[in-house]
């Protein structure tokens, strides 16, 4: 099995891309956030250019998803 580094939240839980059950990258989260905050697209506009629900561009951009920052990296097997 191949090692490599994944980030983990205080708790020493794995968060963002590198949780087991995650399906979009961390740089198409900031992405998406970005033409939310930045350029004002709405949900809708985001999810009809990604191809993602229009419910988790929601819970995305509301930081209600995606929103633990990493505390360490730690490697695992």
Not at 10 to 28: A, L, Y
Not at 36 to 53: A, C, F, Q, V
Request: proline letters at 3%.
């Amino acid at each position: 099995m191949k090692r490599r580094y994944v980030a983990v939240n205080e708790n020493g839980r794995r968060s963002g891309e590198t949780h087991p059950r995650s399906t979009i990258s961390d740089e198409r989260v900031d992405y998406i956030r970005g033409l939310h905050e930045d350029n004002g697209w709405s949900y809708e506009r985001i999810s009809r250019k990604t191809g993602i629900p229009v419910f988790t561009i929601a819970k995305l951009c509301r930081y209600e998803r995606r929103n633990q920052t990493a505390e360490k990296w730690v490697l695992v097997e």
